[in-house]
């Protein structure tokens, strides 16, 4: 059984930075697509970032391109999320997905694993 664990979120002041992990508990587990999610209570789960296992690419959400990072450690199965500059606007939970298709996209729909989340807390 394959489990996303999250971690690293907190509470900062505006401004500040937060690097989340996710650690895929199978390491035997390559799924060719990992992304990070993020929802506010009430509302739908918005993308982040994603990333391409099998070529690197990756792609961001307007409203954090430029202040975040998505990094994955294929040595240890890791994903990170690096945000810096965060904004109160940021405050939500974060996800991790994986996915096993190849095409690497935003749909939900197309990630077969998600982790639990971890809190995100922006304060001005």
């Known amino acids: 059984q394959v489990q996303l664990v999250e971690s690293g979120g907190g509470s900062v002041q505006a401004g500040g930075s937060l690097r989340l992990s996710c650690v895929v508990s199978?390491?035997?587990?390559?799924?060719?697509?990992m992304g990070w999610f993020r929802q506010v209570s009430g509302k739908e789960r918005e993308r982040v970032a994603k990333i391409s296992t099998t070529g690197g690419g990756t792609a961001y959400a307007d409203s954090v391109k430029g202040r975040f990072t998505i990094v994955r450690d294929s040595s240890t199965n890791t994903l990170y999320l690096e945000m810096n500059n965060l904004e109160p606007e940021d405050t939500a939970m974060y996800y991790c997905?994986?996915?096993?298709?190849?095409?690497?996209?935003?749909?939900?729909?197309?990630?077969?694993?998600w982790g639990q989340g971890t809190q995100v807390i922006v304060s001005s």
């Open positions: 199978e390491k035997t587990y390559r799924p060719y697509c």
């Open positions: 997905a994986a996915s096993d298709s190849l095409r690497c996209v935003w749909d939900l729909s197309y990630y077969r694993y």
